[in-house]
T-cell receptor
Framework: DQQVKQNSPSLSVQEGRISILNCDYTNSMFDYFLWYKKYPAEGPTFLISISSIKDKNEDGRFTVFLNKSAKHLSLHIVPSQPGDSAVYFCAASSWGANSKLTFGKGITLSVRP | DSGVTQTPKHLITATGQRVTLRCSPRSGDLSVYWYQQSLDQGLQFLIQYYNGEERAKGNILERFSAQQFPDLHSELNLSSLELGDSALYFC?????????????FGEGSRLTVL
């Protein structure tokens, strides 16, 4: 049972345009959400996060939006750059001593020059 | 460089064999997590240790076991290997054992079972 779903396996955008990466979750206990970026032959690296008390968090070119009622979050990258080409994982967790990150399958983003 | 070190980076072995993957967490991090990434799959949580104690268990097979040592490094033991165990195994560490602490990942150990 996939509790975190990234239904689109890939996305291709033109350099300078907006990239929108979507993520859905089913577990209503999740209250903290993160995006990780992964380049080939490297481990995932933390990109941006948002807690359930917010609906938006911005960090430079990256903005994460959270719609709790729809159990949906999205990552916006503006403007997209070729160096953003990577696999992006959405992850979720809930507060607690045993909380762990539950990851989606990832989206491969390709930014065309 | 995340500060998390995993060895070996690549490992090729045969079915039925046993291997050990090693992870050294970031300095000061008490928690170690193991994740498995198979083809076309996301990162599947296997197990978490916090300061030497098992803290949470995920979809870890009985053929797999892990431990965290007093110096906080961790080992993941995979035995009676099957073809389907071929995957990328990631170790991650964090300062705390829960909540919303950011995880720092190593580069992974790629296991190929022939």
């Amino acid at each position: 049972d996939q509790q975190v779903k990234q239904n689109s396996p890939s996305l291709s955008v033109q350099e300078g345009r907006i990239s929108i990466l979507n993520c859905d979750y089913t577990n209503s206990m999740f209250d903290y959400f993160l995006w990780y970026k992964k380049y080939p032959a490297e481990g995932p690296t933390f990109l941006i996060s948002i807690s359930s008390i917010k609906d938006k968090n911005e960090d430079g070119r990256f903005t994460v939006f959270l719609n709790k009622s729809a159990k949906h979050l999205s990552l916006h990258i503006v403007p997209s750059q070729p160096g953003d080409s990577a696999v992006y994982f959405c992850a979720a967790s809930s507060w607690g001593a045993n909380s762990k990150l539950t990851f989606g399958k990832g989206i491969t983003l390709s930014v065309r020059p | 460089d995340s500060g998390v070190t995993q060895t070996p980076k690549h490992l090729i072995t045969a079915t039925g064999q046993r291997v050990t993957l090693r992870c050294s967490p970031r300095s000061g991090d008490l928690s170690v997590y193991w994740y498995q990434q198979s083809l076309d799959q996301g990162l599947q949580f296997l197990i978490q240790y916090y300061n030497g104690e098992e803290r949470a268990k995920g979809n870890i097979l009985e053929r797999f076991s892990a431990q965290q040592f007093p110096d906080l490094h961790s080992e993941l033991n995979l035995s009676s290997l099957e073809l389907g165990d071929s995957a990328l195994y990631f170790c991650a560490s964090s300062q705390t054992g829960g909540g919303t602490g950011e995880l720092f990942f190593g580069e992974g150990s790629r296991l190929t079972v022939l």
